[in-house]
């Protein structure tokens, strides 16, 4: 398992790219994940998925935004570094 909180300065390689796929279950079952899967494995870049909560479309968008928001204030600190 992967230490978090290492220190990262001292790593040989730089950042790498990483898709993060944000999705919602969709009535009719159709999605696109399945091909957005198999493109990342063919080009070799790693693949986060993260299934969103069912529920009310307000409810799912809060939850979305609170991820990114989150995800971009850490983004925004480790960059400054």
Do not use: I, N, W
């Not at 999605?31 to 529920?55: D, I, K, N, Q």
């Amino acid at each position: 398992m992967d230490d978090f909180f290492r220190d990262r300065v001292e790593d040989a390689s730089g950042p790498r790219p990483r898709v993060v796929l944000l999705r919602t279950r969709t009535a009719d079952g159709l999605t696109a994940a399945p091909a957005v899967r198999e493109l990342a494995h063919a080009h070799r870049v790693p693949l986060t998925e993260l299934a969103l909560p069912e529920g009310q479309d307000l409810d799912v968008l809060a939850e979305l935004l609170a991820l990114t928001e989150y995800t971009a204030a850490y983004l925004s600190l480790a960059g400054q570094g």
